[in-house]
């Protein structure tokens, strides 16, 4: 079977390189590009102010929150790693258990026993999640509302200075 040929990214590299570097040497090359360059940064800091600018507190915000979610999510995963290792810990030396039962009524009793178990801990992790997905949400969502908080404590103060200005 065929298989497709792709290209290393060294050359992807390397390629992209070449074409933003101008292949002629010397003075000619230099100022023809310096303008330009100059512009285009000039542009990219001008357009980012003009983005970001006002709003970087909000981006701040918005960031703050995807670090919460970020550092949620890794808590949730060691904890869900945490409980099946110690379900599975306990399934093993259930199933030993099983295998020494000496009649069906109490090979029946074990198993009993054991669904009874595993239900309550699948409540008490189900409960333990819930509390914690809780906490998150409420990390997550704190950053965006303070600054929500702030903003319309500045858009009052905004009107309230306009109203007085206006009463004057």
Known sequence: MPTARTE???????????ATVPQANGPAAESFLAPGAILAERYRDTAYEAVVGKNGENVSAAMSAGEAML?????????MLSFAGNRLRDDMETAEDFSKASSPQELFEKQCGFARRAAQQYAEETSKMIGLMARIQQSCWAPMEACAKTALQNLNDAEGETGNAAKK
């Open 71 to 79: 550092a949620g999510m890794a808590e949730v995963s060691q904890e």
């Open 8 to 18: 290393s990214t060294t050359s992807k590299k390397a390629a992209a390189s070449s």
